[in-house]
């Protein structure tokens, strides 16, 4: 959230729209033996294999026509290469291409010039806020830049006014000490009860029947279950809040006085997303494992001047879970419809493509949180809260017109004052908060699921709405706009995708999924073209 916090040719397109790619294919041990064969030969240079690169599956995608994409992590001599994870993509074991970001074989030396502690302190500096722990993690090998260079890998933990709430992955050059790198691991946005929501009125929620009442748990989406942080700050209740209970199984009373109202948002916004993610993609559950994960609302997030109620994150691994504020003066409990989805698919990021929180790929996976969150509330169809290009826009108190919002997808810097960037700068981005970096992306799929057509309730000129005049820009529809999008992120976009990249990525999706050369396939190019990546 703010910081405030599949698949023939186009011949059986009609097919390939409605049936999705098997993310827990029973071959997928076989496919990865043969990708592992591949890339110690017909792949190793398109992989830019080293001699003492090793790889491990990290997921497996079997598309119906039998075509495998395995992504993999890279290590090299034992050293984990941040920025070297690679797709391996084929058909009957036959290499087809490679998906990766790193540039070169070149490989560092292994000797440090500078001590951990050393790098601890440059990491510690660089924060500027208050520090819990900081700790090294060992020596890697950094890829993401114009060389791959060794570094240690800091972890940091503390609070401070750029990041909030913080749970730092830094790298530090280990020859002298410049940090290259960073990001916020916090990414930050059998029974049957009634849920009386904030937002969306009185809903059937999925809860468990015990011997003594009922539990917030979701035992037909795998176990994910909803709990109380009691007002507390989530660091120090992440591990201990408890499942909340119910006698008589009706959740709330459509209110801020019972705190199970926030939680049948949350609830019900979980169980939704699970549902948009398995029945539209076939994905069971964020790590396609099956199981659920755990919610807390009811939380406060610490900032350097204290404390808010006024975030939602996701908690990546090795915490899994995600937190909704208790609101502020401004805002309600954070814990809407589009921000459930929102933060779910940080974690469904992070268990495929991987997209780090720094510079494009910060941007990315920022906009696949606000893209997909979006189709959440479509996909949920609820009248109290329909689906629109908004993103957040319950959360607010007063919010008379309906038009206040985190961000719109449409334009994204008219709503926080041209913070967001509405089209790719020709640098990219170095530095850039992902909320705002993310602004080209979420452009960008607007126009590919709507056109250049200004959205109901705004006065949008066409050429108010793209980037390089091309105002007869049609939109494909946001079923087709839907499935490119989770495909590019799932077999095509890796840890340190840029916007370039992921043009690539969505039209190689395309044309996976309706052949190259059409309709689909031209509108992402157009679409790209619409917000300046070319």
């Not at 499935?483 to 976009?493: E, P």
């Amino acid at each position: 959230m703010h910081p405030q916090v599949r698949l023939l040719a186009a011949a059986v397109v009609s097919v390939l729209a409605a049936a999705p790619a098997l993310a827990a294919h029973p071959n997928a041990s076989a496919a990865a033996n043969r990708a592992r064969g591949l890339i110690d030969n017909a792949a190793a240079v398109a992989a830019q294999r080293a001699s003492a690169d090793a790889f491990t599956v990290r997921d497996v995608v079997v598309d119906r026509d039998g075509s495998e994409h395995v992504r993999f992590d890279r290590s090299y001599q034992g050293l984990p290469v941040i920025g070297g994870d690679v797709v391996v993509h084929s058909r009957n074991g036959q290499f087809k291409k490679a998906s990766l970001s790193l540039k070169s074989t070149e490989r560092p030396g292994l000797a440090a010039s500078i001590k951990a502690d050393e790098a601890m302190v440059a990491a510690g500096a660089d924060f500027q806020g208050k520090i819990d722990e900081v700790a090294s993690k060992g020596l890697v090998v950094y890829a993401r830049g114009a060389k791959p260079v060794l570094a240690y890998e800091i972890r940091l933990r503390g609070v401070s006014d750029r990041q909030g709430e913080a749970d730092m992955r830094y790298f530090v050059d280990a020859r002298n000490g410049k940090v290259l790198d960073s990001w916020n691991i916090i990414q930050t946005a059998a029974a049957v009860g009634t849920g009386q929501t904030l937002f969306l009125g009185d809903l059937s929620i999925a809860t468990n029947s015990t011997a003594s009442g009922y539990e917030m748990v979701d035992t037909t989406r795998g176990g994910g279950n909803t709990r109380d942080g009691l007002g507390k700050e989530i660091s120090t209740v992440y591990s201990s809040a408890a499942v909340m209970t119910d006698a008589d199984n009706n959740w709330g009373n459509n209110t801020e006085s019972s705190v199970a109202s926030e939680a049948s948002d949350a609830h019900y916004g979980v169980a939704a997303t699970w549902d948009y993610y398995k029945n539209v993609f076939g994905r069971n559950g964020i790590f396609n494992d099956g199981v659920g994960v755990k919610s807390i609302v009811n939380v406060l997030f610490r900032f350097q001047g204290g404390r808010t109620g006024g975030n939602a994150g996701w908690y990546g691994a090795p915490y899994k879970f995600m937190a909704y504020g208790l609101g502020t003066s401004t805002w309600y409990p954070v814990v809407a419809l589009d921000v459930a989805g929102h933060e779910m698919t940080h974690g469904v990021t992070e268990a495929t493509a991987g997209l780090v929180y720094s510079d494009d790929a910060g941007g990315l996976n920022e906009a696949a949180s606000d893209i997909m969150g979006t189709m959440v509330e479509y996909y949920a169809n609820n009248a109290t809260d329909a689906g629109d290009y908004l993103i957040g826009e319950k959360i607010y108190r007063s919010n008379p017109d309906g038009k206040k919002a985190l961000r719109y997808m449409f334009r994204p810097g008219d709503a926080d004052g041209g913070k967001s960037y509405n089209c790719y700068p020709a640098a990219g981005f170095a530095g850039v908060d992902p909320h705002y970096s993310s602004g080209p992306a979420n452009h960008f799929y607007y126009l590919l699921a709507e056109g250049a057509v200004s959205p109901a309730g705004f006065s949008y000129t066409p050429s108010q709405l793209v980037c390089n005049n091309d105002t007869t820009l049609a939109g494909i529809g946001r079923d087709a706009a839907q499935r490119i999008w989770y495909r590019a992120l799932t077999v095509y976009m890796t840890s340190s995708t840029t916007y370039p990249q992921a043009r690539t990525a969505t039209l190689n999706a395309a044309s996976d999924l309706y052949g190259n050369g059409s309709t689909q396939y031209n509108a992402v190019a157009r679409a790209w073209s619409a917000v300046s990546v070319n």
